[in-house]
């Protein structure tokens, strides 16, 4: 299926619109696929949690995702971290479940991600309608770049600066959630935290890597 | 004897001491070693090493990878639990709103205290460090100098297990021959500013720390610490061998459940459990030292956390070993007719002259270190080297605008991956876009390691400026007044700040380092006070009553069965970190204090 061609500063005009809340048919859809309650109530894990435990996200406040922002978090998340042949895509080590976590999180420094996050989540979806008339998760590789090369920029246009800053947020927290799981950990080139009887200091291609031999 | 309710108080103790971390631990390993009947009393609930701290976990076992927040403050598997900087129920407050004028202050309510998440870098101080009114013009002459405590620092690092080398360097001890394990194995980027460092005057050398890189001699240490004492030897000896080496994983930060490095319930609390002689009584919130109408301390006056009850702990001698500014504090609301301005404050200097190490840092991009070989280096935990202070012939002739001088700790590498691990990744790939997809992957992987931050930790000599008080209005969630403090930089503080910018610049760049940003101003430049958690003082020790609160063997002028073990009677901060002061000087304190219970002096 090829990408219909787009005109997209119409699209970039009208999407700003709809990231204003402009129109009321647009917000009562908006419930449906994007229903989220703006307040975390939740409390903390307190200053005694167990250390040595494996929480998975939702063990200790509930998440926020519905379930299209999910289908939306996880298109993104392996675009921006897709699969390769020695390591897996980002949902594949539940990055997806790690962001709705941060942005359920009840403490102060995640709070402005909820609503960069969710205001994004929604931003984009409505934007993939608008261009292809389908909702992010279903566009193809090729539209999804389309979008998201759109709002990549480091200096984006003003209409754009707020996609832009979602985009950029979603960007580290689905590179530090992935790259802190022991997959992702070995796919940035970290080989440790492996328990050993010696520590041989470094190899010697390491030690002429850097001249030093 | 064994960890202990409220209830199950003895009668009396030969000696209540009131915290476990270092200070406390140390203490009461020696006393009880020795028979002397101790109780610890410690605010913070039990805590076992060996089950409750994170060794292998990975950053997405925790929420939010680890992060840290208001309730876990160095993130989530660092080895602290009802510690920070603001605890809920326990505040304290600053007398100044600016930044620059106040103090921030670390408490850590566990058993162990501090050193559960101590970084473990044992560095001596050196000849100097004793005597800086004689060498520097400035602060104060402790009333001991470095010969008085190097049998101590031989036998702290024996007792706890200190790898690192003697380098014969001025001011920065060498430890007494076959004392200090072996070093390990410096990492390619420690390797890598050993061969740089030299051409701006940085000397890169082995660091010391107290993590075993080989099992203790536990057939021959136990007799050179406890000569004489054949059941301190067998205990002893027993505690070693339930210590593993170091499995070359895991930061140090963590804890250690195979006891490979140094807390003080690992290695003091439960050889001195194991005597009989001690008791330990957690979740005791102390209050005040009681006084008896000879003005002689009676005991410790505490809350019981666990039911909101008062109690109180009877003692022949009490120690305090609460932290420096627990101490303090302890001493400024124990106000009684005979001692109406607290406790041992006839000199008014209870509270007065805290310090802090002097810090600031610096970080840069090393392209040497792009795309290095795949490699496991996480050691020993935490760093295998530092940069030693070699200054002193300038600063001895008044050159460089400050006194002492300070040390570089870095840590370089492929350390276990953070939410910043692919941080930066744009910039540095000269990309004008947020990257994504494979091309992210591919940046990440070739930047990662390869950012090398450098933090200098430097001498701060006693002023004015710095000292907490009690404040007259704000009290604790069980009614304790809590501290105000002051705090105040010096020209010296902020020439040592420039000179340390300017150095960690020049050693960055050495090393090929793109260094990202400056801060010409060093007074923004400088870690907030406190923030270090170096804070020692406040109850210092001098030749004089008049000038201090402690003899030389941190024993009270006012109050002759009253001792401080902690880093209240530090009379100056190094440029070396003060935890194995504080060990040495514990020890010798209690050596001097069962010498005194002997002779019925106390």
Known sequence: ?213 | MPVITAEKLQKQYDVVIVGSGAGGGQTAYTLTMEGVKVLVMEAGRSFDVATESAMLQWPSHAPLRGEKTPDKQYGFHDCSIHSGWEIPGEPYTNAHPETQHQFRWWRQRMMGGRTNHWGRISLRNGPLDFKPRSHWGMGFDWPIGYDDLAPYYDKVEMLIGVFGTNEGLENSPDSSPGVLLPAPKLRVGELFMQKHGPKVGARVVSIHRAVLTKPQDADTIPAKLHPGNARAQRILADSMRTRAPCFWATDCHRGCAIRANYDSQTVHLRPALETGNLDILPDAMAREVTVGKDGRATGVTFIDKTTGREGHARGRVVVLAASSQESVRLLLNSKSNLFPNGLANSSGKVGRYITDSVQSSLSAHIPAFENMPLHNEDGAGGPHAYVPWTRHAQNRQAELGFPGGYHLEFTTGRQMPTMNAAGGVDARSGSTSVLYGKRLKEEARRHYGSQLGIGAQGTMLPNDGCFAEIDPEVKDQWGIPVLRFHWKWTEAELNLVKHQQQHIRDLLEAMGGKVSKTETDPARAIRQGGTVIHEVGGAIMGAEAAMSVTNSWSQTWDVKNLFLADGAPFASTADKNPTLTIMALAWRMADHLVGELKKQNL
């Open chain 1, 1 to 213: 299926m090829s990408a219909p061609a787009s005109p997209p500063r119409i699209s970039r005009r009208v999407s700003l619109q709809w990231v204003l809340g402009a129109t009321a048919a647009l917000a009562t859809r908006d419930r449906q696929l994007h229903a989220a309650d703006p307040v975390v109530t939740a409390k903390g894990y307190g200053p005694d949690p167990s250390m040595v435990k494996i929480y998975q996200p939702g063990d200790v406040w509930p998440l926020t995702l519905t379930e299209p922002q999910r289908r939306t978090a996880h298109a993104l998340c392996d675009l921006i971290i897709p699969a390769d042949d020695t390591s897996p895509a980002a949902s594949a080590v539940g990055v997806p479940d790690f962001i709705d976590e941060w942005i359920s999180s009840p403490y102060p420094a995640q709070a402005g991600d909820r609503r960069t996050i969710l205001d994004g989540l929604k931003w984009i979806d409505e934007e993939s309608q608008h261009r292809f008339q389908k909702p992010f998760a279903d566009l193809t590789s090729g539209q999804q770049t389309t979008i998201c090369d759109d709002i990549a920029s480091l200096k984006p246009k003003s209409a754009l600066k707020k996609a832009a800053a979602f985009f950029k947020r979603f960007r580290d927290l689905t590179a530090g959630g992935y790259y802190t799981t022991p997959e992702g950990a070995k796919a940035i080139g970290y080989t440790g935290n492996l328990p050993s009887g010696t520590f041989e200091g470094p190899p010697v291609e390491a030690l002429k890597h850097v001249g030093l031999m």
